[in-house]
């Protein structure tokens, strides 16, 4: 595909100079104690893919962050999950473009290949595949002719993938499943969510919207043995209690939803997810975030969420393993101070390296977020770190690529 075209780092590793809430002391409920920083890498905000359409033509000439639109390319941004493969590389996975349906019919859906240097601090994209509907499987009108999917079809923002090397990705704008082969081609036609419209919703009908724009799959869990997926909603559907999201499941071998659903309380009904994958059969990891960014930045954490509820509240039962806001970096790696913080907006990607240690990514919005450092538009930072436990995760996960 070529060299993909990457314009500046800028402050990549200049750390935030803000002044944080102390630490807050580990809960009664058995909390872990600090994560360690133990390598990073970054992708420039400006990378774009190479030979690719131009972009952003929606978003106004004005510069955002000191970035100004339309683009000549396709950015390669907003890193929405990610997939660990078994060459070192990661699959990360593109959102819906620009924020929104009305502003990214121009930004094609796409599956990005990345590959980490923590020797130099820098991440290479060596491949990806734009994700398309040549079959005819959407029944509803697509915004191009050729059934490449853009932004204004699908808002897409988890994804998994199957033993048989086919992606299952999760919808906003349903929301929907989204089933792709191993090339980027929709297989089936998009998987609703029994009761749940989002606005968006092209088969709503007349039926009002229950969820809020971008409030779909947010994050999807597999099934350690391969038969379940576990989508969990980004927000609340309407009548249920304020900060509860519905995480169900689906059966892969019957392509159906199960009935069976349980509950993820947010710590306050103004948070979100930002990503959900499986540690074993009960237990998952998930990004809990408020909307704040550097300076207003307080809540960007990650729980371990066990669905056999064992204080019978009727919720996951919740264990925080990593506060991202308080990491400690003894090493000062990326040239950070030896407290480092992940003071995004949107931490969208977590993945299992192995039983002591996970990979975190943000999604950078781009061009529109800058919490790294005010006025300059977010990279993709990729982070490892070092838990204080181990997770005695599945062995079927820990070996998935």
């Known amino acids: 595909m070529g060299v993909f075209k990457r314009v500046g780092v800028g402050a990549a590793v200049a750390a935030l100079a803000v002044t944080l809430p102390a630490a807050a002391s580990a809960a009664n409920r058995g909390d872990w104690g600090r994560a360690e920083l133990v390598k990073f890498a970054v992708l420039p905000a400006e990378t774009y893919v190479p030979g690719s359409e131009p972009a952003g033509s929606l978003l106004g000439t004005a510069p955002v962050n000191g970035i100004a639109a339309p683009f000549a390319d396709q950015p390669v941004q907003g890193f929405s999950g990610v997939l660990r493969n078994s060459d070192g590389t990661f699959d990360v996975l593109s959102d819906n473009g620009f924020g929104n349906k009305a502003n990214s019919a121009d930004f094609l859906l796409r599956i990005q290949r990345v ?49 048989d090397g086919t992606y299952w990705i999760g919808d906003e704008f349903g929301p929907y499943l989204l089933h792709f082969d191993r090339a ?12 749940v419209f989002a606005p968006e919703n092209p088969d709503r009908g007349t039926t009002p919207a229950n969820l809020n724009s971008s409030k779909g799959f947010e994050g999807m869990a597999q099934s350690p043995d391969g038969r379940f997926l576990y989508p969990l909603l980004e927000g609340t559907v309407a009548g249920d209690p304020a900060g509860a999201l519905r995480f169900n499941e689906f059966d892969l071998t019957r ?22 994958i ?16 550097g300076a207003t930045a307080v809540t960007k954490k ?48 977590v993945v299992v390296l192995d039983d002591r240690t996970i990979a975190v990514l943000n999604d950078n919005n781009f061009p529109s977020s800058a919490g790294r450092t005010p006025g300059v538009a977010d990279n993709n930072e990729f982070i490892v770190l070092r838990l204080d436990r181990g997770l005695d995760a599945d062995k079927r996960i820990l070996d998935r690529r």
Do not use: C, H
């Not at 601090?121 to 005819?136: A, F, K, S, Y």
């Not at 392509?255 to 959900?276: E, F, H, K, S």
């Open 302 to 349: 990650i729980y371990l969420a066990d669905r056999r509820d064992r204080n019978r509240d009727g919720q996951l039962d919740k264990t925080l393993v990593a506060d991202l806001m308080d990491i400690s970096n003894p090493k000062r790696i990326g040239g950070f101070e030896r407290r480092f913080t992940f003071p995004f907006q949107t931490i969208e990607d």
């Open 278 to 293: 499986a540690v074993d059969r009960d237990r998952f990891l998930v990004i809990e975030r408020d909307n704040g960014e």
């Open 255 to 276: 392509g159906a939803y199960t009935g069976r659903r349980w509950t993820y309380q947010l710590d306050a009904p103004g948070n979100a997810i930002g990503d959900a």
């Open 115 to 163: 590959a980490p240097d923590f020797g130099t601090g820098r991440i290479d994209v060596v491949g990806g595949l734009n994700l398309t509907d040549p079959n005819g499987r959407v029944p509803f009108p697509l915004t191009r002719p050729d059934r490449v999917l853009t932004g204004a079809d699908f808002d897409v923002e988890s994804i998994t993938r199957t033993a």
């Open 184 to 195: 980027g081609r929709l297989l089936d036609a998009p998987v609703p969510l029994p009761g």
